[in-house]
């Protein structure tokens, strides 16, 4: 018999919590908790750091636009899975699983509206859709809200964020890169201004076509904005990464950026450059 | 040099040694072994159209990376006459993935652009394995204004694994460095040829890609990501490269069915290492016969078809027309 008895060991309970998930949550800058209400309120910034979350590209367009004033283009455009992309889950399970979560069509809304009187074709990507990749809609729109802009002389402004190309398009994929910097090219001519507006993260193909094209590039605060991904280089090369690498702050540094504007500030920075750069509304 | 098998080919070569071996058995012991050639001669032509007619994705993927294809500098030897390299972007550096200068088609004087891989270490140190800087793609830029200046069409020979993905590039800002060069070669007012002679890794191989004519060599790819790095996100593990080469859809095949190439240039069975000349011969036939066709179109149509063939890749479904206008 033995003496001593094991121990019966118990995980400690988890206290519940009193509150529904969702209503708070931890900011990644500064770590405090911060209610959604007050994010809300706040543009989706953190009121203590600064801090800011990611917003929905509905959320966007509500927070640049004159209100009312936003028609949307090309909501009606599908994407098909043209190869037949079989990976661990298959290209069409995907969209159809992120067009059930985010209410979305594809990443990318699209369409025109007025800031301050002026005329704008817009685009807002946005991450949450499979990583905000590019595929042929999200192409097709941009391209579309591009020639919308040469058509009606309006300026262009597209609010990126991307994880990149979306391999499930394979070199369909890649070809929007062409597309929508030829549409840029097209723009320019034209003689009118686009303004390029990043936001976390915007990275690969699309940092690599129209998201580096702006007259005027804009970025939030502390976004991740580059080519390859941190990762990729650290193995390539096995090098340690600079202190802030790929962030807003360090491509403006290194003469990328024009200037970094907080949320709150974007649509007031926008209007004011189209005043310098758009003829009179 | 001896030729490189690739694990797929064992059975080509093993047979062309035993070739070989009776050959020479015959020659010198003067025995008539001609039966038995002939025997091994008809095995070696069935199994060479059994393995070199049924090429997977994954077996392209590897004849366009093998270290002995013949690399850029190589058709530039073979293709052009009087290559006269010119170096340095005029603003940080001579980047030597990327050499490109002037040189002449027939008559017909050309910009080249190239990437251009090394054969041994000490060369990929040079050429840092074909992956070139934003250097890389300013100097092509500004080549190509050269070549718009003096009216000269701009052939670009395409063989990389993509962008280089360094501290250095990204500091340097090889996004911008590639953007710039899809909306200016938009527009540039001369004829573009580009061939992708190897591998076409993604955004690298497209920053010197946008052209009038696409043409790509029978063994090369072309692709948005690598199958290596493809398979590691979706598949969690590198193994799956072979499935991920099939579900890219990057053979010279497929993309022609895509339209995101104009025209497959072959190449010599087995491969263009396997014979440099005609695989040369057969890109400047190519090169040759494209350009007569572009330096007859004049340039604003040139530009408008330029534009449309881009603008009209990408599959979609739409229900409507002009929705929002």
């Known amino acids: 018999m033995a003496i001593f008895k094991k121990p019966t060991l118990k995980t400690s309970q988890r206290k519940k919590r009193d509150i529904p998930q969702g209503l708070f949550q931890k900011c990644p800058g500064c770590e405090e908790v911060v209610s959604e209400i007050e994010l809300n309120e706040n543009l989706r910034v953190c009121p203590r750091c600064d801090y800011h979350f990611a917003v929905s590209a509905k959320e966007r367009i509500g927070n640049l636009l004159d209100s009312q004033t936003f028609v949307e283009m090309d909501a009606d455009l599908k994407s098909i899975d043209t190869l037949r992309f079989q990976g661990m889950a298959s290209y069409k399970d995907r969209l159809k699983n992120y067009q059930e979560r985010t209410g979305l069509t594809d990443a990318v809304i699209s369409g025109h509206g007025m800031i301050e009187g002026y005329k704008v074709a817009l685009a807002v990507m946005d991450f949450g859709f499979l990583a905000a990749t590019m595929g042929s809609v999200v192409g097709e729109r941009i391209t579309r809200a591009i020639e919308y802009g040469t058509d009606e002389r309006a300026a262009v402004i597209i609010v990126a964020a991307s994880g990149g190309a979306r391999m499930y398009e394979g070199m369909l994929s890649l070809m929007q890169m062409a597309k929508t910097s030829g549409a840029l090219a097209r723009h320019a001519d034209a003689r009118l201004p686009y303004l390029s507006v990043l936001t976390n993260p915007t990275t690969a193909g699309v940092m690599a076509s129209f998201a580096s094209l702006g007259d005027v590039i804009i970025a939030e605060p502390k976004s991740m904005i580059g080519f390859a991904g941190p990762r990729v280089i650290k193995e390539t090369t096995h090098q340690d990464l600079p202190k802030g690498f790929q962030t807003a702050e360090f491509l403006e540094e290194r003469g990328l950026i024009d200037m970094i504007v907080h949320r709150k500030k974007m649509r007031e920075t926008i209007s004011q450059l189209l005043g310098y750069l758009s003829s009179a509304p | ?325």
């Open chain 2, 1 to 325: 040099m001896d030729l490189q098998p690739l694990d797929f080919e064992k059975p080509i070569f093993e047979l062309e040694r035993r070739l070989q071996d009776l050959k020479e058995h015959s020659r010198e012991h003067d025995v008539d072994l001609d039966s038995e050639v002939k025997a091994i001669e008809a095995k070696l032509r069935d199994t060479r159209r059994e393995i070199y007619g049924n090429l997977s994705a994954w077996q392209r993927v590897q004849i366009a990376r093998h270290v002995q294809r013949p690399f850029a500098l190589d058709y530039v030897e073979r293709c052009f006459t009087g290559w006269t390299e010119l170096r340095g972007d005029r603003c940080f550096a001579d980047d030597k993935a990327m050499p490109a200068g002037l040189a002449t088609l027939d008559a017909t004087r050309c910009v080249v652009i190239t990437h251009q891989k090394g054969r041994n270490t000490k060369e990929n140190v040079m050429r840092n394995f074909g992956c070139a800087h934003p250097e890389g793609y300013r100097k092509a830029l500004r080549l190509m204004r050269l070549a718009q200046k003096f009216n000269l069409p701009v052939i670009s020979l395409i063989d990389t694994p993509g962008a280089f993905p360094g501290i250095g590039s990204e500091e340097r800002h090889i996004s911008e460095a590639i953007a710039v060069n899809l909306r200016e070669m938009m527009n540039l007012r001369v004829p573009i040829i580009a061939a992708v002679i190897g591998e076409g890794g993604s955004g690298g191989a497209l920053g010197i890609g946008v052209a009038d004519r696409v043409l790509i060599l029978e063994n090369s790819y072309y692709s948005v990501i690598s199958p290596e790095a493809c398979s590691a996100i979706l598949w969690r593990d590198r193994k799956h490269a072979p499935e991920a080469a099939e579900a890219l859809k990057l053979t010279a095949h497929d993309l022609l069915k895509l339209e995101v190439v104009d025209e497959i240039v072959d190449e010599p069975e087995g491969g263009a290492h396997r014979d440099y000349e005609t695989a040369a011969f057969n890109l400047s036939s190519a090169l040759r016969k494209n350009l007569a066709k572009l330096l007859e179109t004049p340039t604003d149509q040139l530009l408008k078809k330029r534009y449309k063939k881009f603008r009209g890749l990408g599959n979609f479904a739409e229900s409507k027309t002009n929705s929002g206008r």
